[in-house]
T-cell receptor
């Protein structure tokens, strides 16, 4: 159980275009979803946290107008990279968790397989 | 968030046990110790977590020092599929759900 999918798995686009990445929790309802970015040979860096039906919380240094996050349902969050440029080329990974108040210490995050974005 | 320190890389022979260390000398009483691993070109996956007592699951064991300032992830019998970057992460139960990834330990399995 606890499977998270991402679509597309990879995308190549021209500079200046916008790219939408979907993250879905397939067999559970995700109260919270997270978006990470990972450059080659580096660790994951959290971009933003989103809760269903509310605005995403962005990490310091992440432009919210450039990386639009929508979390319209408990099973779907989308990340749109607007006006993509070559420096946005990266591996984008989402994760999801389902919080149970009484068992908060048991929360784990379930990660998607990632989306590799290449901006030419 | 309290910081963790891990060796950059480790090697182990296939079918032998692997002990991956993690130091977290500034851990607080409400920090859980989580381990995730990331196989090449994939998203991370949860391995195990614990608070004070040693923990076992089908993937690994987690040995936590009595003073909680360090822990060790134990893979009992490494296979080639265990080659990955292993991340030791502290999460405060009182805080939000964010995971802060460090650089992790790149584990290479030698056939």
């Amino acid at each position: 159980g606890a499977v998270v999918s991402q679509h597309p798995s990879w995308v190549i686009c021209k500079s200046g275009t916008s790219v939408k990445i979907e993250c879905r929790s397939l067999d559970f309802q995700a109260t919270t979803m997270f978006w990470y970015r990972q450059f080659p040979k580096q660790s994951l860096m959290l971009m933003a946290t989103s809760n269903e039906g509310s605005k995403a919380t962005y990490e310091q240094g992440v432009e919210k107008d450039k990386f639009l996050i929508n979390h319209a349902s408990l099973t779907l969050s989308t990340l749109t990279v607007t006006s993509a440029h070559p420096e946005d080329s990266s591996f984008y990974i989402c994760s999801a968790s389902f919080a149970k108040q009484a068992l908060r210490e048991q929360e784990t995050q379930y990660f998607g397989p990632g989306t590799r974005l290449l901006v030419l | 968030d309290a910081k963790t320190t891990q060796p950059n890389s480790m090697e182990s022979n296939e079918e032998e046990p692997v002990h991956l260390p993690c130091n977290h000398s500034t851990i607080s009483g409400t920090d859980y110790i989580h381990w995730y691993r990331q196989l090449p070109s994939q998203g991370p996956e949860y391995v195990i977590h614990g608070l004070t007592s040693n923990v076992n699951n089908r993937m690994a064991s987690l040995a936590i020092a009595e003073d909680r300032k360090s822990s060790t992830l134990i893979l009992h019998r490494a296979t080639l599929r265990d080659a990955a970057v292993y991340y030791c992460i502290l999460r405060d139960i009182r805080g939000n759900e964010k995971l802060t990834f460090g650089t992790g330990t790149r584990l290479t399995i030698i056939p």
